[in-house]
């Protein structure tokens, strides 16, 4: 799985298990929502790493707790 796909999969569960829709999410993380739906779409196969900084501090985890997820055991490399 490339970093892009899994990023948009673990945007989709936090989503789904918050109750809360693509809006809601760039809404609370202060970004745009066509940010947050191009990542979520796996139209930005390389999500910055500021973008998911920002994302985790809205919705106020930390970026071990969203990385720390099966879905980014096995990325592949992406040269």
């Known amino acids: 799985m490339k970093i892009g796909e899994a990023v948009s999969k673990k945007l989709l569960k936090i989503c789904e298990q918050r109750n809360i829709s693509i809006n809601e999410l760039s809404n609370i993380c202060l970004l745009t929502q066509s940010t947050i739906q191009n ?13 998911i900084v920002r994302i985790c501090d809205g919705l106020n985890i930390s970026i071990n707790d969203f990385f720390n997820d099966d879905l980014f055991q096995k990325i592949d490399r992406e040269d």
């Open 39 to 51: 990542i979520v779409s796996n139209n930005s196969k390389n999500p910055k790493l500021l973008t």
